[in-house]
């Protein structure tokens, strides 16, 4: 029995050791929110308030000390997620995670985003180069002073290298390559269609329906245009399937803004909503701050890594949000390598020699960093990316806008100090990434709203697929004036809807892939709406979870499993159901579960399998439901049949039933027999994930069940082949009520921390899960007790 206590107790004191080292460990690199530090770098003493959930308010004499203060308050919580955004667009993950990040390295270096990056510093003005240096400034007087780096560097047994300007450029290119909805879905469709043929694929090709709202709700509807295809000129793929190696913040494609002008408010003010949807992860994309001095008085989401407020913020006088505009402004030319010569491609003047730059690969070994040299080709249309994205054709170039600079820092720069809707145009012209569409609402009670990015004209072709490059054909031949971008100022209707869908039916064809349901949602719900709208109205609008696919779809579903009492308990659950996505709902739940299987029992006889992953990766799915949507009446439509039975033709009825069939076979594995027991939730969860989380999984926080799909304006998208996990959705929201600034609110969810172990490295999320948002403070932030001094360094 002695021995039996002694084991005991040294197991529980090893345990006990064990956990307080755990605790300490995580705990060294905590910041502090009050008291006094000395920053090099500082030309007068800076003051930081910050609220209870650690939203710094930073009050600077000067241009400078706020910048600079920004970049080191940012960089205190935010290092490791900064570090990795910049190695990322240097192509340097290895440098972190050795060669498990090789192919994303080959991939960035050949995309060349740090060669962007550089030419563009050396091109800004002098005044926003100063913002740039300052904020660089105070993320190295961070890692000089600091006793303790976040973590994650002792966990990888790495150091963050200090930090440069160009560094901060990446993250608007980042930004921006990750919106470019072409990246992935030309490759998609240009696979797809070389393995089932060109009129096949017509039938997945998007196009805007006759029916879905526009952004300017007033615009007269006319006929969609079709998909229209480049002709397939080049030769077959370098490989089988494959997928973009590069994995930056998915694309803003769950984004919304809605925007009430005084006639339809509670308050005869305008009433501004925004959520510029993306991935859920730990730390958060955004950081909430509020920047005040040197003429700027601006809070909103912060870029980690970038100075100013960009994509939501409000400044006193104007409020802004930002959608994914949809614009098409990348493509992928083939090009023609000369037999003779590999280092050279043709023209339409004749042979032309490629660029060639050599880049150097750094790989963290267990002997220390070694070195890979690569040889980058680029053709006038941009670096050859055949070697480095298997979905690729061979000798195949990467044309995007961003590859001449972004124009970003210029730009929101401006926009944080704009006081009126011309400015806020102004402000923006000049941006050629990101593409978005930025919302507007104002003190006066003005709404609107601008489409910005460099988008080409093309001579030939709509760049769906890619194009031959040899001939000049298919170039671009200028770029669509600002002007002409979409843009609006208070509507007849008196509000306007942003769901990454079309702006306007004026004649001009921007783009191939705008997504319409969620638009289409909110025009039902305005259409229907007889009352003036509250800011908590709003407010339950941002998380509004009713699907019009739900509401397409169900009646067919009913009509076809009519008379099939082996079904008939399954087919009550939707008895009286509102089409909401409710995580407890258990309608919900078998909805969501025959949507899954209508998708692949529709779609997936047609292709190989590692086309299909293409086809219904998360983005993908959206063009899916686009052919489901316009084919959906026809019963004996061609891709309702099942081409894996030789001797039968199925039609619709037949699959929809079948796809009952298998989502009740699927449910009652994975939730039970009951079907009344069946919830949404259980199925649909969404994990704030870190980066290192799937080796550390404490780090992720633990699965939220999640409302609503891709399809809802509180948008939680899955892909199939996720299994029902959320993959993005609404984060970081905005509500600005102009008739009370103080009710103003903001969330951006986790936390404002990335370090585990702070208490703010979750504290945003109960909140965010029960739809409230926190105080902006925008007016009171004096009177916030936490102070924290910045003092020069002497």
């Known amino acids: 029995m002695k021995v039996i206590k002694i084991s ?33 770098g500082l030309i007068a003493p800076v003051e930081v308030r910050f609220d209870e959930f650690a939203v710094p308010h930073i009050f600077a004499e000067n241009e400078h000390d706020l910048f600079l203060a920004q970049g080191y308050i940012t960089a205190r919580e935010r290092m490791f997620e900064m570090d990795v955004t910049r190695l990322a667009g240097r192509g340097e993950l290895c440098t972190l995670f050795g060669d498990r990040t090789i192919k994303e390295d080959r991939y960035l270096k050949t ?47 790495a150091e963050p290298r200090p930090w440069e300007p160009e560094d901060t450029i990446l ?17 998609s469709f240009y696979q797809i269609g070389e393995r089932i043929g060109q009129e096949r694929l017509r039938l997945l090709l998007p196009s805007y329906p006759d029916f879905a709202p526009t952004i300017s ?23 089988s399937g494959g997928v973009n190696p590069f994995h930056a913040p998915s694309a803003i494609i769950g984004s919304n803004w809605m925007i009430f002008g005084p006639a339809k408010t509670t ?18 994309i955004f950081y909430l701050a509020h920047l005040k001095g040197a003429g700027y008085d601006v809070i909103g989401g912060a870029v980690p890594g970038a100075p100013g407020i960009a994509t939501l913020g409000y400044n006193g006088h104007i409020a802004w949000s930002a959608i994914a ?51 980058v080709k680029i053709s006038r249309h941009g670096p050859i990316i055949s070697d480095v994205d298997s979905r690729a054709p061979e000798n195949c170039a990467m044309m995007w806008t961003g590859s001449s600079g972004t124009g970003a820092f210029e730009g929101f720069l401006k926009l944080d100090r704009a006081t009126n809707y011309d400015e806020f145009r102004a402000a923006l012209s000049g941006v050629a990434q990101p593409e978005l569409v930025m919302g507007y609402a104002d003190k006066d009670g003005n709404i609107g709203y601008q489409s910005i990015a460099k988008t080409p004209i093309r001579k030939k072709g709509d760049g769906i697929l890619p194009a031959p490059g040899w001939d000049g054909q298919y170039d671009w031949a200028d770029y669509v004036p600002y002007d002409e971008l979409p843009h609006d100022l208070n509507s007849r209707a008196g509000y306007f809807g942003g769901f990454n869908n079309q702006a306007k039916r004026d004649g001009k064809r921007l783009s191939t892939f705008y997504y319409f ?81 209508l998708l692949t029992n529709t779609f997936k006889d047609e292709f190989p399998e590692d086309i299909w992953k293409e086809l219904t990766n998360a983005d993908m799915v959206y063009f899916a439901d686009q052919a489901l949507a316009k084919h959906i009446g026809e019963n004996d439509f061609a891709l309702f049949d099942d081409l894996n039975t030789k001797d039968v033709v199925e039609t619709r009825d037949d699959i929809i039933k079948k796809s009952l069939d298998d989502a009740v076979a699927d449910l009652t594995c994975r939730l039970g027999k009951n079907p009344a027991e069946w919830r949404w939730g259980k199925l649909h969860e969404m994990t704030f994930a870190h980066p290192l989380g799937e080796a550390l999984s404490f ?52 936390g404002q921390s990335g370090q585990y172990l702070s208490p703010h490295y979750d504290d945003l999320v109960d909140a965010w899960l029960s739809n409230e948002q926190i105080p902006m403070h925008y007016t009171d932030a004096e009177t916030l007790k936490d102070l924290l001094v910045l003092t020069p360094k002497m």
């Open 8 to 40: 005991v107790y040294a197991i529980v004191g090893i345990i006990a050791v064990a956990f307080i080292a755990f605790q300490v460990f995580f705990r060294l690199a905590l910041p502090h929110y009050s008291g006094t530090i000395e920053v090099a």
């Open 111 to 157: 995309a060349g985003f740090f060669r962007t990056a550089k030419v563009e510093y050396a091109q800004i003005p002098p005044w926003v180069k100063a913002a740039v240096d300052a904020y660089a400034e105070g993320v190295n007087a961070y890692l000089d002073s600091a006793k303790y780096l976040p973590r994650e560097y002792a966990v990888l047994r």
């Open 171 to 187: 993250a608007a290119i980042l930004m921006g390559f990750s919106l470019e909805t072409s990246v992935d879905a030309d490759f």
């Open 217 to 239: 709700p007033e615009g007269a509807p006319t006929t969609a245009a079709g998909g229209r295809l480049t002709p397939a000129l080049f030769c077959s793929p370098a490989g």
């Open 267 to 284: 308050t005869g003010a305008a009433i501004f909503a925004g959520s510029p949807d993306l991935a859920p992860q730990i730390p958060a």
């Open 325 to 375: 505009s949809q614009l098409d402004c990348l493509d992928f030319f083939v090009e023609k390598v000369n037999p003779d010569n590999p280092d050279q491609y043709l023209t339409e003047k004749g042979w032309r020699d490629f660029e060639i730059v050599q880049e150097t690969l750094k790989i963290k070994t267990g002997d220390g960093i070694t070195e890979e040299k690569m040889t």
């Open 517 to 597: 349901e969620r638009a289409t949602r909110f025009a039902e719900i305005m259409g229907e709406r007889t009352t003036p709208l509250s800011p908590n109205d709003v407010r339950k609008l941002q998380l509004e979870s009713v699907s019009v696919v739900a509401k397409r779809l169900v009646p067919y579903l009913l009509s076809a499993a009519k008379g099939d009492e082996n079904l008939a308990e399954y087919t009550a659950l939707f008895d009286g159901w509102d089409f909401s996505l409710d995580k407890d709902s258990a309608a919900a739940a078998l909805y969501g579960s025959f949507y899954l299987h």
């Open 699 to 750: 780090l992720n926080l633990k699965p939220i069940p999640m409302s609503g799909d891709f399809f809802t304006i509180g948008a939680a998208n899955w892909g199939i082949n996720d299994l029902y996990n959320m993959t993005y959705g609404g984060c970081i929201r905005m509500i600005v009520d102009f008739s009370d600034i103080e009710k103003s609110t903001l969330i951006s969810p986790p």
